[in-house]
């Protein structure tokens, strides 16, 4: 049975047209399942019945909160058990601008980033547009709040589940749905290059954000597997050209003690950058092991005061979260043990 969470409301519009009826009635049903919130098509009152009733074969099953962990910032972490038993997370950080949820594309992950918890958990299968849009809709009624942003920065390369992806984009972002403006959603991406320059033409001007972390191409490889298969060369031209379509990109760099985080590194980073017009944002690694481990406060501001001083647009990420296992897949990898 197919979930009613997958749909944009284009498929429901292309579903009743179908069937002779006008598109407005698959509107309806769009705006009474975000707006109205119904969790059952009988809910849905004034509504066509033919129409309602092309929709009885999906199902609004959603997945379960498994468990929440706070922190006394008011983040708060959530363990998603969906309906064939596999487990996610999302994290939802309370910042000064708003409440903003990172969310989870893939159970598990290929990519292999040896600084992500994640990394270890190889991918299980992709998520669907809907469990995606739950992620959202459930952290929202937990919280009895609306949410301000979403950041498709958790668990899974969000580029290699391309599809449902930007499905779960036009649902969120729909008003007659969750009416997310796109200027508050980010998808981060570790660095596909085709698929950096196919969302460059999406008809939605979401925000892009490329894991880069390191300046040379045995660093990157070494910390980064996909570095083997798309090296710098080729994720900067891909960059390049996303960034003549008028868009731009903000740059994510792990700060790795004593890896990636000397004055060289700093000045190849600026080399890199310095013609391209984007943001930095410098984050300072959650421990998540022993492999890596954070640079201390004193460190992490001379990195961003050297780009800040050449002019780079950066800013230094917050430390957040470290308390309530936010590292990613850390949630997922302790409750599978
Ligand atoms: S950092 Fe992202 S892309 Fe890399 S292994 Fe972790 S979840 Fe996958």
Redesign the pocket.
Known sequence: MSNIYDLTRKEFQNIVTQNGLNKFQGDQIFSFIYRNKVRKLEECFNVNKKALSLFNDYDFETLNIDKVEKDSLGNIKFLFRLKDNNLIESVVMNQSYGKSICITTQVG?????K?????KLKKIRDLTPGEMVLQVIKAEEYLNDKLSYVVC?????PFDNYLNLTKFLYIINDPKGISLGARHITV?T?GIPSKIIEFADLDLQVNLAI?LHATTNPLRTSI?P?NKVYNLDELFKAISIYLTKGRRVTIEYILLKGVNDRETDANRLLGLLKHLDCYVNLIPYNDADTTFQKPNHDEQMRFYKYLRDAGLNVTLRKEMGSNISAA??QLRGNNLA
């Open positions: 992950c290929n990519m292999g980033c600084f992500c918890a994640s990394g920065m958790g668990i899974g390369e981060s570790c894991s980064m996909i990613c897949g």
